[in-house]
């Protein structure tokens, strides 16, 4: 069984910053991609941003610039650096685990954690 939990949200006020932490735990073979998403109240969940396990990034375009992803390897870990932070950015924001149980290829999971609350007021 493979878990992810989340934490870091907070209220902040426009312009601050804050780090969301992200771990993955369990008995799995592989973590492949880990990855930030959002949802606003009233809105689809949303691409925030994805790092693979060799280090490639991806960023929506609305935080391009202002977020930076980062990952942990030995740690099971991937954190999420959110600054120049708008009200708009406002959200609960997930993580996100995929990868394989076992070293077959249908032996895939996806893993959701429950969610961090960010606030930014302003």
């Known amino acids: 069984q493979v878990r992810v939990a989340e ?9 601050g910053s804050l780090r969301l932490s992200c771990a993955a735990s369990g008995r799995f073979f592989s973590i492949d991609v880990m990855g930030w998403y959002r949802q606003a109240p009233g809105k689809q969940r949303e691409l925030v941003a994805t790092i693979t396990s ?11 610039g202002r977020f ?3 990952r942990d390897n030995a740690k099971n870990m991937v954190y999420l650096q959110m600054n120049s932070l708008k ?3 406002t959200a609960v924001y997930y993580c996100n685990a995929r ?6 290829l ?11 609350q960010v606030t930014v007021s302003s």
């Open 7 to 15: 934490s870091g949200g907070d209220l902040v006020q426009a312009g």
């Open 54 to 64: 060799g280090g490639i990034i991806n960023y929506s375009d609305s935080v391009q």
């Open 68 to 70: 930076t992803i980062s």
């Open 87 to 89: 009200v708009e950015d």
């Open 99 to 104: 990868g394989l149980i076992r070293a077959e």
């Open 106 to 116: 249908d032996a895939q999971y996806d893993r959701w954690g429950q969610g961090t």
